[in-house]
């Protein structure tokens, strides 16, 4: 390996260029070396990408803890009592928040920093740390600033630039002067904060609000329209009942924020309120604001349209079926940038898909097929769906049924001592075939794999299939078979017919 840092007046062809070290690098930058390709790998920030180093790792380490207290605060429900402090009657535990907080970021940070020296006898690989790649003619990129003159050319490109975190300055005033947090600053933040304003209420809102609020921050979240709107409707008026009620969370909904001042170490922020008479202008005040309000791929910052790489109109690399930019030959796009799902495990899944394609040629090119890509928040309650929504259904005109069984409706979810949460499975008719699987409640993220690895089978998703498998007593799975009981009833109910291997199932 040759790591070019602060590297001046070079220029070089290579095999192949991966720009990016998220997915791109350990997924396919690293491997493609192994077919005896020569590579060049350009990373402007931290190894590792957005993942590893501010994204789903440092928030899952920060969630953790957050259950933790969550269980503390529910103790009691178990005949467990915390005793309780006599001046606040809070419950009597401690968090040491910056000791949290460091000991996350120098997991991180040591796990980032063990990436180069693991590579480091790879000969065919050449590193450009630290610097910003942009191109500036087809597969032609320059290389840190333009003084710099250094210019590498490839046969062919891989776009593994990810997104980055979009800016609200120009819809609230003010903002841009004000220290505000995105969840890069978020993650590493080590102050306890007393009051939290986040505006947003998608993935990253619910769950960074549930770490901030869960460790003893007074959250209120500005939710626009409604919470994780992408969800299947009934789970978001679910997560809407429940988080609402969770300690230390305020909802602020519909209201727009306007414009912002920071002052004396205190963010005033101002936001219309529509729900009064004459919409009227009212502030809130707190020591810490979190946007998160959706990112934006990186696709300005790299030029593409020197390089003849067409844009969707959201700015994602326009690709095809393989991967392929539409308009720039020998290039490729995947995970955060190329826009098809903005997940880690789908970065990895295109990357390992365009190793057998294109880089081992192990198989003849086919079309990319992300079906049953399931996804999870991490929120408390947590999660997890895969196929469609209900909603979805409806728009597309299919003929299916759609049932729920709480989590209260199983052994395990009366062990739980459920109030919440259930599991949704949607089945159309005629074929059995499972639409969606939408979970929320207890372990949704490990619940929901039961049912997406159908959607991975030949022959798809299978009503079938989920009443056939044998069911551990009582593991929190016989909830997803429970549904697709109810499912089996309702499609009874519907009228269709039943084959009897599956009547008393
Ligand atoms: C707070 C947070 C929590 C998340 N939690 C989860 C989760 O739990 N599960 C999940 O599946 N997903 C999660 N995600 C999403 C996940 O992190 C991304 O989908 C994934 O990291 C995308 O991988 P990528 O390789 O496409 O891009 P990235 O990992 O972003 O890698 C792109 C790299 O390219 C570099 N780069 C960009 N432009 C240039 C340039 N011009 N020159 C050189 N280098 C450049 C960037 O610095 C970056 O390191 C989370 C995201 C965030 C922000
Ligand atoms: N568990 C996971 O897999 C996970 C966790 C975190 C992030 N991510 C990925 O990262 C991406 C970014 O997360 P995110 O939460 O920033 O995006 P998001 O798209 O999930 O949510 C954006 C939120 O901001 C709101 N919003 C947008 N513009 C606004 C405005 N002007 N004023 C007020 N609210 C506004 C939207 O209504 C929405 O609630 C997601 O698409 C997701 O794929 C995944």
């Known amino acids: 390996m040759v790591l070019l840092k602060n590297v001046k007046n070079f220029t070089k062809h290579y095999d192949i260029i991966v720009i990016g070290a998220g997915a791109g690098l350990g997924k396919l930058g690293r491997p493609a070396t192994e077919y005896g390709y020569s590579v060049a790998l350009c990373e402007n920030d931290k190894l590792g990408g957005t993942c590893l180093n501010r994204g789903c790792i440092p928030s899952k380490m920060l969630i953790h803890p957050a259950d933790v207290v969550q269980t503390i605060e529910s103790a009691h429900r178990f005949e467990v009592d915390v005793k309780k402090k006599e001046t606040s009657g809070d419950l009597d535990y401690d968090i040491r928040f910056s000791e949290l907080v460091a000991r996350v970021s120098k997991t991180i940070d040591d796990e980032s920093d063990s990436i180069l020296p693991n590579v480091e006898k790879n000969q065919k690989l050449d590193w450009f740390v630290g610097q910003t790649a942009r191109f500036i003619g087809e597969r032609t990129l320059q290389v840190g600033s333009p003084d710099d003159n250094v210019v590498i050319t490839a046969d062919r490109v891989f776009v593994a630039a990810g997104a980055r975190a979009v ?86 909904q519909g209201m727009k924020p306007i414009r912002v001042r920071y002052e004396n170490n205190e963010f005033i922020l101002t936001y ?194 989920l009443l056939n498998c044998i069911y551990i007593h009582p593991a929190l799975n016989e909830i997803v078979r429970n549904a697709a009981r109810k499912a089996k009833q309702a499609l009874l109910n519907a009228g269709d017919t039943i084959p009897p291997s599956l009547y008393f199932k």
């Open 167 to 252: 800016d609200l300055s120009d819809q609230i005033e003010g903002l841009a002067s004000t220290p505000y947090m995105t969840y890069r600053e978020a993650l590493r933040n080590q102050q306890r904060f007393k009051r939290l304003i986040c505006i947003g209420a998608g993935y990253i809102a619910t769950e960074l609000c549930h770490f901030f609020s869960s460790t003893g921050t007074h959250t209120t979240l500005f939710v626009r329209s409604k919470f994780l709107k992408y969800e299947d409707e009934e789970v978001q008026k679910e997560f809407e009942r429940v988080f609402v009620k969770r300690k230390n969370i305020e909802v602020k």
């Open 272 to 465: 219309l309120n529509p729900h009064l008479d004459t919409a009227q202008e009212q502030e809130i005040r707190a020591d810490a604001l979190l946007v998160a309000a959706g990112v934006k791929p990186n696709t300005d910052i790299l030029q593409c349209e020197k390089a003849g790489i067409k844009l969707t109109k959201d700015g994602f690399v326009e690709v095809d079926k393989y991967l392929r930019s539409v308009s720039a030959p020998n290039v490729w796009a995947l995970g955060d940038i190329a826009g098809n799902y903005l997940f880690r495990h789908n970065a990895n899944f295109e990357s390992e898909y365009l190793m057998e394609t294109v880089i081992s040629k192990m198989s003849e090119p086919y079309p990319i097929d992300h079906t049953g890509m399931p996804h999870a928040v991490f929120a408390n309650p947590q999660i997890a769906g895969v196929g469609l929504t209900e909603q979805e259904c409806r728009e597309k005109g299919l003929n299916f049924v759609s049932v729920k069984n709480n989590y209260s409706a199983s052994a395990m979810g009366m062990a739980l001592l459920s109030d919440e949460g259930f599991v949704k499975l949607i089945v159309e008719r005629g074929t059995r075939r499972i639409l969606g699987c939408h979970i929320i409640g207890h372990e949704a993220s490990t619940l929901v794999h039961q049912v997406g690895v159908l959607f991975r089978i030949e022959g798809g998703a299978k009503l079938d299939d």
